[in-house]
């Protein structure tokens, strides 16, 4: 047998250590896969025979990854996503292929979704298919091909574009202003204040900017603004709210801004690619297509 062949694995083997990998289990496996408990550890077995290393360390109880079968196991879980992605084009008969996109809740469906029709016009030939992260993820352990992230441009083995910087200031509903005495961004701190989970130090970080010590009371939670701007427009209290994501909002009068300066974020939103999906054609069309956006509709960041 040629060296290139033997290092060419049988793919139901490379399922079959893909799934006790993800699932941590040979029986989970076993189900997953629709084979025999034994038919999976047999797979498994062949390619510790082929390559000669150990990839599980099994005892009477629980089986787990060795230190080799960690590092084997992120390159398959990307290569088996890459031939699924490749089946799906052929299916599909899409020449261009499949992207896989990872978007924040409110950013994703207010800022983003407007102008994909433009995208699905403009490339009949790539499918997007959308699904909701916040934080960071293992790009192939959830095989994504791209994420719209909020943060800093410094994703582990990943390239990051800077798509938009955000502006935040505080904002309330005009009955809710109407009804209290509200002049200065110190008369904020006495009010009920809504926070986002997601960004825990914004109102500290906010009322330093003013000059100001925060306020150490409680207040409401959240983790999607999309239910701050709501809870906000309720009245139930000052919610610190990006303006990129309440422009509607903002325009038919449902919310206005209480008094203080805006902040910008020390955080944006940036595209961030994997290294490994820099070259593949879908990705390098949306990055394209996505900047070519922001030349012609720069975000409005001020208020």
Same mark, same amino acid.
């Given at each position: 047998? #040629?060296?290139?062949?033997?290092?060419?694995?049988?793919?139901?083997?490379?399922?079959?250590?893909?799934?006790?990998?993800?699932?941590?289990?040979?029986?989970?496996?076993?189900?997953?896969?629709?084979?025999?408990?034994?038919?999976?550890? @047999?797979?498994?077995?062949?390619?510790?025979d082929q390559f000669g290393r150990q990839?599980?360390?099994?005892?009477? @109880?629980?089986?787990?990854?060795? &230190?080799?079968?960690?590092?084997?196991?992120?390159?398959?879980?990307?290569?088996?996503?890459?031939? @699924?992605?490749?089946?799906?084009?052929?299916?599909?008969?899409?020449? #261009?292929?499949?992207?896989?996109?990872?978007?924040?809740?409110?950013?994703?469906?207010?800022?983003?979704?407007?102008?994909?029709?433009?995208?699905?016009?403009?490339?009949?030939?790539? &499918?997007?298919?959308?699904?909701?992260?916040?934080?960071?993820?293992?790009?192939?352990?959830?095989?994504?091909?791209?994420?719209?992230?909020?943060?800093?441009?410094?994703?582990?083995?990943?390239?990051?574009?800077?798509?938009?910087?955000?502006?935040?200031?505080?904002?309330?509903?005009?009955?809710?202003?109407?009804?209290?005495?509200?002049?200065?961004?110190?008369?904020? +701190?006495?009010?009920?204040?809504?926070?986002?989970?997601?960004?825990?130090?914004?109102?500290?970080?906010?009322?330093?900017?003013?000059?100001? #010590?925060?306020?150490? +009371?409680?207040?409401?939670?959240?983790?999607?603004?999309?239910?701050?701007?709501?809870?906000?427009m309720a009245g139930l209290g000052v919610?610190?709210?990006?303006?990129?994501?309440?422009?509607?909002?903002?325009?038919?009068?449902?919310?206005?801004?209480?008094? +203080?300066?805006?902040?910008?974020?020390?955080?944006?939103?940036?595209?961030?690619?994997?290294?490994?999906?820099?070259?593949?054609?879908?990705?390098?069309?949306f990055r394209d297509w996505l900047l070519?956006?922001?030349?012609?509709?720069?975000?409005?960041?001020?208020?």
């Amino acid at each position: 047998m #040629s060296v290139q062949r033997r290092l060419l694995p049988n793919i139901s083997a490379l399922a079959a250590f893909e799934a006790v990998a993800r699932l941590g289990s040979f029986t989970a496996a076993a189900q997953e896969l629709d084979l025999t408990q034994g038919a999976v550890s @047999r797979q498994v077995r062949l390619l510790e025979d082929q390559f000669g290393r150990q990839l599980f360390e099994r005892d009477s @109880r629980n089986v787990r990854l060795s &230190t080799a079968g960690e590092i084997y196991a992120e390159a398959v879980r990307s290569a088996l996503g890459q031939l @699924r992605d490749a089946a799906l084009g052929l299916m599909s008969n899409r020449h #261009s292929g499949i992207l896989n996109l990872a978007i924040l809740p409110t950013f994703g469906t207010r800022w983003l979704m407007p102008m994909i029709p433009d995208f699905v016009e403009n490339n009949p030939d790539i &499918t997007i298919n959308f699904v909701t992260r916040v934080g960071r993820f293992d790009f192939a352990r959830e095989r994504l091909d791209a994420a719209i992230h909020y943060g800093l441009p410094d994703w582990p083995d990943a390239d990051s574009t800077l798509l938009v910087r955000e502006t935040v200031a505080p904002v309330v509903s005009p009955d809710f202003l109407a009804g209290r005495a509200i002049a200065t961004p110190a008369d904020i +701190g006495r009010l009920p204040l809504l926070h986002m989970t997601t960004r825990p130090g914004a109102w500290s970080e906010w009322f330093e900017h003013q000059g100001l #010590s925060a306020p150490t +009371g409680p207040g409401m939670q959240f983790e999607q603004f999309a239910t701050a701007a709501q809870a906000c427009m309720a009245g139930l209290g000052v919610a610190l709210l990006p303006q990129i994501l309440i422009e509607g909002e903002l325009q038919r009068g449902q919310l206005v801004p209480a008094p +203080g300066q805006p902040m910008q974020s020390r955080n944006a939103y940036y595209l961030v690619v994997p290294h490994d999906k820099r070259g593949y054609p879908p990705v390098a069309s949306f990055r394209d297509w996505l900047l070519g956006q922001l030349e012609k509709e720069p975000a409005v960041l001020a208020w």
